[in-house]
């Protein structure tokens, strides 16, 4: 694509042109978790749009989420991490929270849904593990 003459390309096609060419995994994701936090990318739509690139980081064949797991350890942070980072931006709160700490914070379905779908999954997620009973329990 140009724009005024110039070519332009978007930060996804970029994260996978780079993954393409088996670029520095700590380079690729600081460009992720940049794209992210500027709202440029989705990571519910991650990573199914690098899963091509999995087996040449050593992830499993055609494991987007394995991939991108790994290429976020390079720079010390998981998924789990970047999506709280974007919950405590949005929503203010302390930078010492983790994830841990989000689950038991009263969120309203607005707030989630004005940050990422990917972290609404994730909160429902984990309600869902908290209320499932255990198969172990015989009570």
Do not use: C
Not at 74 to 86: E, K, P, T, V
């Amino acid at each position: 694509m140009l724009l005024d003459g110039l070519p332009v390309t978007t930060p996804i096609r970029t994260i996978q042109d780079l993954l393409d060419r088996h670029a520095d995994a700590s380079h690729v994701a600081t460009m992720i978790r940049q794209a992210f936090q500027a709202g440029q990318i989705q990571l519910d739509e991650l990573p199914r749009q690098i899963s091509p690139y999995a087996r040449r980081y050593g992830a499993a064949p055609g494991d987007g989420a394995d991939l991108l797991e790994q290429l976020l350890a390079q720079i010390g942070l998981s998924i789990d991490d970047l999506a709280a980072r974007a919950l405590r931006d949005t929503l203010g709160w302390p930078t010492a929270s983790s994830w841990a700490d989000l689950r038991n914070k009263n969120i309203t379905w607005g707030e989630l849904a004005r940050i990422s779908p990917e972290i609404m999954r994730r909160v429902l997620n984990d309600a869902n593990q908290q209320a499932a009973p255990d198969p172990n329990d015989k009570e």
